[in-house]
Structures are given as structure tokens and as C-alpha cells.
């Protein structure tokens, strides 16, 4: 910044770095089928001449791992989204945060930042990409319903305290932001099934939705503590009147 005699703040420079690796560690994990990383990143050169330069490298980590893809894929992405040539799907949408958080507070807090290399146009991050990333992302659709799942990752600290909740099915986490009424209800439901109730925020036609603002939490016993088939022999006495348990089930179908 000018007032900064063309420098940058430490913590600018830190949070743009930690975007960068976001941005770049979630394009690795959409090309792995299991959301795995492939690839690290190594710096290979850096400068301070205002404006400052970081030259990253991708290096493969495993057998699959293929850098160049992975750097290609990052930039062609971002290409399309400056020329407002793609929309980019709900699994793409974290991509997309991490690269808003990149741009965000240009002209404010740095004013310039654009990445560029050997045989790469370069890419500037500027209010027009700022914009161009906000109107990529899906429409999203809110729903007041509930969510069953394991509570996992939670982080009861700053300004939206979160937890994760997986379902059983579908392989997903849903990030789950709760008011600090629900402190002790949140971090009590850790490693337990529970259902969430609140405000549902979905991409377009996803099944599961991304965030859950929370009103509710009600923690459920593990499955280890719930009563067994054979524990509840008996504990309806003359239930079937003067009919054997066989014959009681065979009028119930009868009725059917």
C-alpha cells in the first residue's frame, strides 16, 4: 500500500498466502476421487522489490499425484471465471471461497495481486474477478428442517463457532454454525449421533445442504447404549391377550 511506502502488513501478506494454499490444496482434492492429496506445493522463489513475489511449485507426493494438471486446472478455472465463461457447480464452491478470500480487500488493504509465470497470461485479482467469483457460485436455497448425523470437528471459538455433522450415508460434511446459547449443547455432542434443527442452505439441486444455521440440538444415545431386541422381552406383559405372540401377529396381518 502508498501509506505503506509500498509495502504490505504481515498479516495481509499471511492471510493471502493461507488462501493461496486453500485455493490450490481444494483444486488437488476435486481431480482425487476420494478428496485425497496428490500433490504439495514448494516455494521456489521469493522476493521482496515492492511488489513482493512467490514463486510456487507443485510437486507430486504419490503416484497419481500430477502437478502440472493441478496448476492447470487452478488457472484455467480462474480464467473462466474472469472471463465469466463458466459457472461453477456446488462442488466447486469451496474452491470459490478460498479464491474470494484471496481477492477480498483489494484497493483497501494491498492494491494490487495477480499470479502469472512461464507460458501463463496474466491473471489479475482485482474488484472485477472479486465480482465475477461472487456471481459463479450456485444459487442457494434455504429450507427450516433437521439434519441426523455423528457430530465431528468442532471449533467453539471466533465469531462463528462451528461443528461438522456426517450423515450415514452420502460421504459428506455439513459445516454447522451455532449461536453461543447453544455452547454447551454443541461441544457436549461431539462423537455422538444427534439431530440438528435449523436453516438449511442448499446449492441448487444438491441433496444435502452445505451449512446448517443451528436453532436446536438434540443429542441421541450411541448405539452401544440403546437397548437390544432381547432386552425388551417382557416388558409389555399380556400385550397379545390370550393369543400366543404368532397368533397376534397373524390377525395385525389380517388386518392389513
Excluded at 457436549?188 to 438449511?200: F, K, M, P, R
Amino acid at each position: 500500500m502508498e501509506e505503506l511506502d509500498g509495502n504490505v502488513r504481515l498479516a495481509v501478506f499471511i492471510d493471502k498466502l493461507a488462501a493461496l494454499k486453500a485455493a490450490l490444496a481444494e483444486t488437488d482434492h476435486l481431480r482425487s476421487k476420494d478428496g485425497s492429496a496428490s500433490v504439495d506445493f514448494v516455494v521456489s522463489e521469493l522476493s521482496h522489490n515492492s511488489p513482493a513475489m512467490v514463486g510456487v511449485t507443485a510437486v507430486a507426493i504419490n503416484e497419481v499425484g500430477n502437478p502440472r494438471a493441478v496448476i492447470g486446472d487452478f488457472l484455467t478455472f480462474l480464467g473462466q471465471v474472469g472471463n465469466r465463461t463458466v459457472e461453477a457447480a456446488s462442488e466447486r464452491a469451496k474452491l470459490v471461497g478460498h479464491l474470494r478470500k484471496l481477492v477480498a480487500g483489494v484497493g483497501e488493504r494491498f492494491s494490487r495481486l495477480w499470479l502469472d509465470g512461464p507460458s501463463v497470461t496474466p491473471i489479475h485479482l482485482d474488484a472485477a474477478i472479486a465480482h465475477a467469483l461472487e456471481a459463479a457460485l450456485p444459487d442457494v436455497r434455504h429450507e427450516f428442517g433437521t439434519i441426523k448425523g455423528v457430530v465431528k470437528r468442532y471449533s467453539g471459538v471466533g465469531k462463528q463457532p462451528y461443528f461438522k455433522i456426517v450423515p450415514p450415508v452420502g460421504g459428506v460434511e455439513i459445516k454447522c454454525v451455532f449461536p453461543p446459547s447453544l455452547l454447551v449443547d454443541a461441544a457436549a455432542s461431539v462423537e455422538h449421533n444427534a439431530t440438528i434443527d435449523g436453516d438449511l442452505k442448499y446449492y441448487e439441486d444438491d441433496l444435502w445442504p452445505h451449512e446448517v444455521h443451528v436453532r436446536g440440538i438434540d443429542i441421541h444415545p450411541n448405539d452401544d447404549g440403546l437397548p437390544l431386541l432381547s432386552d425388551l422381552q417382557g416388558s409389555v406383559s399380556n400385550a397379545t391377550g390370550e393369543l400366543s405372540a404368532a397368533e397376534f401377529v397373524r390377525e395385525l396381518r389380517n388386518e392389513w
